[in-house]
Structure formats: C-alpha cells, structure tokens
C-alpha cells in the first residue's frame, strides 16, 4: 500500500512488560514523526526523525521510551517497563521533507497495559 | 474500533447545514497550519493547510480562516454530510532550532444529524 502503516494495530502488556512498536512510512519520506494520543485528547508530539538522525525527543515522557529508525525508513517505538499511564494510542506519521509539508498518519497502535 | 474523543467538546449541525470550528494556536511564531479530521480507529487525515502569509485558503466544500492577530484558526465546511462526523484538530508546525514538530489543539467532535 501507498500509505504509512503501523504494526501492531493492537497489543495488551502486562504492566512491566517491553513492548515494540513499528511505523513503516511512505517510501521517499524523509520525516517521521511519533505521537501519544489520550482517548479524547489530540496527539502530543513524542519525537521526530529527519532521514535517520533523531532530532528532537523532547516529547518522550520519560528514558523508558526509546525510537530508532538506523536506516532512515523504518521507525520502532519501545517502551520498556510499561506503566498504566502509558496506556494510549500511538502514531506515527511522515512527510515529504521538514518543514512545512503535509504530515500523513498510519492508523495507530492502541496499547492497553494492564 | 476504538472511540476518539470522548469527552471533546461537540458541535452538533444539521446535515445540509454550514459548521464552523474554532481552534486557537499557541505560538505567533507558527508559520504553518493544518487542520485534520479523524474518525474512530482511524490515524489523523489530513483535510487543508494554510500558510501563515495568508488568511483564507478553500478547498473543495472547506475553507480555512487564519486570524494572526488574535492566534484564531476556523475551519468552514459548507453543506456538511454525514460523513463528516468525526473529530476535528487543529496543528500547528513549530520550528526549534532547525526541528519541526506539530502542536495540536483540543479537538472538536462534529455531530452531523440527519
């Protein structure tokens, strides 16, 4: 498919647990972005990516969240010793290039830690 | 699918009806605006942009109004349908030292009734 995809779409962790998470983005793209989304909240902005250097992590919520993306394409999300508050849906997006170009978004992983 | 914005603030209009959605940015700095819809389950999709040069930009049944002065961003959607229930986000792209990330606002719930 044409679009960003995110795998998986869903994943249940026991409090404590690793988990992984995978943005593949539109091929070309060399921005990728990964956001936190709160049921009835917007996305909050966690980290984003230029080809594959990390250049801000400003918005992860704490060292227990770590993104790569070594070869510029695919990007993982870990959260390692998950916590109940990590529960949430995370995005992933890319766009063209930095700056101002339109983002696209895969359909998000929703991960419940109970 | 999961739900999205639970406990947002609703706008209800009649189908056939004009809705207008309000959203308010954070930083005059921002150079760059988009206004997204997303559905249940679904990632953020990306409906129009406006740059901050200009204060009207339309698109196919939506037009985009950006206010400088007063930090002010609605969103027009003429003879709204069915298929335009879902929740709104305004973003704005933010530039810190070279990096790009994106700020979104509340969200709005658009309730189209029949």
């Known amino acids: 498919g044409a679009g960003v995809s995110q795998s998986p779409r869903y994943k249940v962790a026991k409090r404590g647990q690793d988990v992984a998470l995978r943005c593949d983005p539109i091929?070309?793209?060399?921005?990728l972005f990964w956001y936190q989304q709160a049921l009835g909240q917007g996305p909050e902005f966690l980290t984003y990516?230029?080809?594959?250097?990390?250049?801000?992590k400003s918005g992860l919520p704490s060292d227990r969240f770590f993104a790569e993306r070594p070869e510029g394409s695919v990007s993982t999300l870990k959260i390692q010793r998950t916590q109940q508050e990590d529960s949430a849906v995370y995005l992933c997006?890319?766009?063209?290039?930095?700056?101002?170009?339109?983002?696209?978004f895969g359909p998000g992983t929703r991960l419940t830690v109970t | 699918g999961e739900s999205v914005g639970l406990h947002l603030p609703t706008l209800s209009v009649q189908e056939g009806d004009n809705s207008i959605i309000n959203c308010a940015y954070s930083?005059?700095?921002?150079?760059?605006f988009i206004w997204y819809k997303q559905e249940s389950g679904k990632g953020p999709q990306f409906i129009i942009d406006?740059?901050?040069?200009?204060d009207k930009r339309q698109g196919q049944r939506v037009t985009v109004l950006l206010n400088k002065t007063v930090k002010h961003l609605s969103l027009q959607i003429a003879a709204t349908q069915p298929g335009d229930s879902a929740v709104y986000f305004c973003a704005e792209n933010i530039e810190t030292s070279g990096t790009y990330k994106y700020i979104f606002g509340t969200g709005t719930r658009l309730k189209v009734l029949a």
């Open positions: 930083n005059s700095a921002s150079d760059y």
């Open positions: 406006i740059r901050s040069n200009m």
């Open positions: 091929s070309g793209h060399v921005s």
């Open positions: 990516f230029q080809n594959e250097a990390q250049l801000d």
């Open positions: 997006a890319s766009s063209f290039d930095s700056g101002d170009y339109e983002q696209y």
